[in-house]
C-alpha cells in the first residue's frame, strides 16, 4: 500500500513540475514582450534580455498615434461583436433544426457544415477575393464580416447540434401543443436551456473574430475599415521596424484578450465540456 502510495505521489510531483515547465514557457514570452514594450528600441537591440529599470509608456504612446491604433481598436470592436452574434445566432438555429426536425436533409446539410470544418481559410482566399470583387463588396466591411460568419459557423454549428440534441424534448411538444410556433419555441424554451453552450460559443468566436489577420488583410486595402491585428502588422516593416513600437502595439492588442479569456475562463471549460456531450 505504501508503495502504491509512494507512486501517486512521485507521479503528482512530475505532473506538478511538468506544467510549472509548461506555465513557464507560455507565460515567460509575453512577460518578455510586455517589458521590451517598456524599453527604448536601441536598449532591445543591444540587450533584448536585460531588464531597464526606467521603463516608460512612450512606446505605447507612438505606438498608438503612428498606428492610429484607436481606429483599429474600434474597428475590431465593431468586426468582432456583430460577426460573433452573427455567427452564433446562425448556428444555434441550424442547430435547432438540425438537432430537433428530423428531415432526411438535415443529415446532407449538416454533413456539409462539417465538411466545413476541413476547410482552412487558405485554401479559398483567391476565389473568395474574386468572388468579392464581382460582387463589389471586396474593401468594404459587409465584405469583412460574411466570411467571418461563414468561416465561423461549422464549428458553432457543431457545438450547438450536439448540445440541443442532448436536450429533453418533454418542454417543446407540450409548447408545440399549447399553440406555440417554432419560432416561440426556439426563443423561450431552447435559448434559454442552451445558455451553457451560447456562452461558450460567444467567446470562442469572439477570440477567433479579434484575432483574424488574413481575411483583414487579403480582403480590404483601406486602413480606415482594418482591424487591429493588421494595423500591429504595419509595424513590422512600414514603421522603420522600431522593436519598442512593435512591442507595444502587440502588447495592445493582446493584452485585451489575455483579460477577456482570464474572466471568462470558468465559462469556456463548463460551457465547451456542455457543448461536446454525444450527439
Sequence with gaps: MEVKTNNMNSWKLFSYILMAIFTLITIGPLLWTFFSSLKPHALIVQSPFKLFMEWSPANYISAWKLGEMGILFLNSIFYST??????VYLALAAGYAFAKFGFRISKVFYAFFAAGLLITVHSVLVPL????????????RIGVLIPYIGFGLPFQVYLATSFIKSLPTSLEEAARIDGATYMQVFWKIVIPMAV??????LIYAFLGNWNEFVLI??????????????????FAGGMARNYGFQFAALCIGTIPMILFYAAFRKQIAKGFAAGSLKE
Excluded at 456583430?82 to 455567427?87: D, L, P, Q, R, S
Excluded at 451553457?196 to 460559443?201: D, E, G, I, K, Q
Design 82 to 87: 456583430i460577426a460573433t452574434v452573427g455567427t
Design 129 to 140: 477575393f474574386v468572388m468579392e470583387n464581382w460582387l463589389g463588396i471586396d474593401n468594404t
Design 217 to 234: 488583410m487579403v480582403l480590404t486595402s483601406d486602413s480606415a475599415i482594418r482591424s487591429l491585428p493588421a494595423g500591429i502588422n504595419a
Design 196 to 201: 451553457p453552450v451560447t456562452v461558450t460559443m
